[in-house]
């Protein structure tokens, strides 16, 4: 099997869920099958840097083909045109006219069993690919994303821009991803909304494989000394993810605190908002922590972790993490989306703000539980998310890709 990749980025060192998602996937596949990149990026970036970093972390890659993203004139041409034709401007960021010279000479001779499209930014080259077979990994349902945004903003601008992005994204949805053999998703929840905005796609869920730093770490605080103490992590700069965690500091801790008056809390994240870094420096107790060299080593310490936000699609890598690395967690039901959890044996999911405190309580008042919490999630995560399983599933749906164009050649 030989199989192109399509990729919209650098994705060493992944910094996101999606990046955490190929980069752990290319590590079993690229011994599996046969893989050549493409990426597409920044004009600025060291190719020569980028092409060694991937050849180091993954010797048996075939080709890595790189392209550069538009600049002025041309960046500004491919977003009107992207809007022209009533789909998101920020998709023109990945236009790119040798990219699509390149795949009209090269996918047929270049004898690709199948293309794989990592994100739907990739999306708009499908039909410069002919009749080979094509998978897309979506991740999200952006326009379910942008929907989400838009209802739970506090924001005038976010509100009125969010109906317009969501049409945007959605007609994209509905008019592209049909083209595909098969769209893939990392959550239920994404999966099921895609089918009624997109219908008819071929469409399935998989996991993002954990990293080894996660999977294969020895845990170590379930043997030290217990400590009353809370993390929340995220990307503080969302202002909707900062709301959650705001409304947590302001309202839940403060009944937490009525019992455990010595709790500590730390927020750990770059570029909190103006309203939450303000929220912080007001709050006793609370400290908010930039950035960590060694994340899994942060991570390895007797937390209660605490997701607050009320807005999530796909998978949450960083509840994820937590989860394998046997924190007790505790979050909102739309935060689990892909993980295949069960409140009350591998987490906390929570319903309102009431189901929050009250198993924050019960998780700071028992070492126990949250030890025995802690365990069975991460025995859950790390046995459901190795990569060598997400990357036997992603292979198996290649095969079958395959397999079905051919019988109906």
Same mark, same amino acid.
């Given at each position: 099997?030989?199989?192109?990749?399509?990729?919209?980025?650098?994705?060493?060192p992944?910094?996101?869920?999606?990046?955490?998602?190929l980069?752990?996937?290319l590590?079993?596949?690229?011994?599996?099958?046969?893989?050549d990149?493409?990426?597409?990026?920044n004009?600025? &970036?060291?190719?020569?840097?980028?092409?060694?970093?991937i050849?180091?972390?993954y010797?048996n890659?075939?080709?890595i083909i790189i392209?550069?993203?538009?600049?002025g004139?041309?960046l500004?041409?491919?977003?009107?045109?992207?809007?022209?034709?009533?789909y998101?401007?920020?998709?023109?960021?990945?236009?790119?006219?040798?990219?699509?010279?390149?795949?009209?000479?090269?996918?047929?001779?270049?004898g690709?069993?199948?293309i794989?499209f990592?994100?739907f930014?990739t %999306?708009?080259?499908?039909?410069?690919c002919?009749?080979?077979? &094509?998978l897309?990994?979506s991740?999200? %349902?952006?326009?379910?994303?942008?929907?989400?945004a838009?209802?739970?903003?506090r924001?005038?601008?976010?509100?009125?821009r969010?109906? =317009?992005e969501? &049409?945007?994204? !959605?007609?994209?949805?509905?008019?592209?991803?049909?083209k595909?053999?098969?769209?893939?998703?990392?959550?239920?929840?994404?999966? !099921?909304?895609?089918?009624s905005?997109?219908?008819?796609?071929?469409?399935?869920?998989?996991?993002?494989?954990l990293?080894?730093?996660?999977?294969e770490r020895? =845990?170590t605080?379930?043997?030290t000394?217990?400590?009353k103490?809370i993390?929340?992590?995220?990307n503080?700069?969302?202002a909707?993810?900062?709301?959650?965690?705001i409304e947590?500091?302001k309202r839940?801790?403060?009944?937490?605190?009525?019992?455990?008056?010595?709790? !500590?809390?730390?927020?750990?994240?770059?570029?909190?908002?103006?309203e939450?870094?303000r929220?912080?420096?007001?709050?006793?107790?609370?400290?908010h922590v930039d950035?960590?060299d060694?994340?899994?080593?942060?991570?390895?310490?007797d937390?209660?972790?605490?997701?607050?936000?009320?807005c999530a699609?796909?998978?949450?890598?960083?509840?994820q993490? %937590?989860?394998?690395?046997?924190?007790?967690?505790?979050?909102? !039901?739309?935060?689990?989306?892909g993980?295949?959890?069960k409140?009350?044996?591998?987490?906390?999911?929570?319903?309102?703000?009431?189901?929050l405190?009250?198993?924050?309580?019960s998780?700071?008042?028992?070492?126990?539980?949250?030890?025995?919490?802690?365990?069975?999630?991460?025995?859950?995560i790390?046995?459901?998310?190795?990569?060598?399983?997400?990357? &036997?599933?992603?292979?198996?749906?290649?095969?079958?890709?395959?397999?079905?164009?051919?019988?109906?050649?």
């Open positions: 099997m030989k199989i192109l990749v399509i990729i919209p980025y650098i994705f060493l992944p910094v996101s869920g999606n990046q955490n998602l980069s752990n996937l590590k079993y596949v690229a011994n599996e099958i046969y893989c990149l493409i990426l597409l990026v004009s600025d &970036t060291d190719i020569t840097a980028s092409k060694a970093a050849r180091r972390v010797p890659i075939g080709n392209f550069t993203k538009p600049r004139i041309s500004l041409l491919a977003m009107f045109q992207a809007f022209a034709n009533g998101h401007p920020a998709l023109g960021r990945y236009h790119n006219k040798l990219l699509i010279n390149w795949l009209s000479k090269n996918v047929v001779k270049g690709y069993d199948l794989h990592d994100m930014h %999306a708009p080259y499908r039909k410069f002919k009749d080979t077979p &094509t897309l990994v991740s999200d %349902a952006y326009s379910m994303a942008a929907q989400n838009g209802t739970l903003s924001k005038i601008k976010t509100r009125l969010s109906p =317009i969501t &049409t945007l994204l !959605k007609n994209f949805e509905k008019n592209e991803y049909s595909f053999n098969m769209v893939c998703t990392v959550s239920e929840v994404d999966a !099921k909304y895609l089918q905005v997109a219908s008819p796609i071929e469409i399935k869920t998989i996991g993002i494989a990293d080894p730093a996660f999977s020895k =845990i605080h379930l043997n000394k217990p400590e103490k993390l929340c992590t995220g503080l700069d969302h909707i993810i900062s709301d959650g965690i947590f500091l839940d801790l403060v009944s937490i605190r009525k019992f455990h008056p010595d709790v !500590k809390v730390t927020i750990l994240g770059k570029n909190p908002t103006v939450l870094k929220c912080i420096e007001i709050t006793d107790r609370v400290k950035f960590v060694h994340y899994d080593d942060f991570l390895d310490q937390w209660v972790y605490v997701y607050p936000q009320k699609t796909g998978l949450q890598t960083k509840l993490q %937590a989860l394998s690395l046997a924190l007790p967690v505790v979050g909102y !039901k739309v935060s689990f989306g993980l295949m959890i409140s009350g044996t591998h987490c906390y999911v929570c319903n309102n703000s009431d189901d405190v009250r198993h924050v309580l998780l700071i008042s028992d070492v126990r539980l949250r030890r025995e919490i802690g365990l069975n999630a991460a025995t859950h790390r046995e459901n998310f190795s990569i060598n399983k997400v990357g &036997t599933q992603m292979v198996e749906i290649y095969k079958d890709i395959i397999k079905h164009y051919k019988s109906v050649e």
